[in-house]
């Protein structure tokens, strides 16, 4: 039987592992190539993230844009 307390802090924990390694490489990755010249720093980057879960095929994407300035 689903036990949805332990469900949920699985599923959060999941997701903020994800959303700190996620935000730490973006930012390093603009950081490099604002240094490089490549960005000016006021660009808007499109973006999306996929979560995939296999066992269950299940698919959720999402698009955005993050602004940097």
Do not use: H, P, W
Not at 8 to 32: P, Y
Not at 62 to 67: F, N, Q, R, S, W
């Amino acid at each position: 039987m689903l036990d949805e307390q332990v469900f949920n802090l699985e599923l959060r924990k999941l997701l903020q592992r994800f959303g700190v390694a996620a935000q730490r490489e973006v930012e390093k990755v603009v950081r490099l190539l604002i240094d490089s010249g490549q960005l000016s720093g006021d660009e808007t980057l499109s973006a999306s993230v996929t979560l995939a879960i296999n066992d269950i095929d299940m698919r959720l994407r999402i698009e955005d844009t993050i602004a940097l300035s």
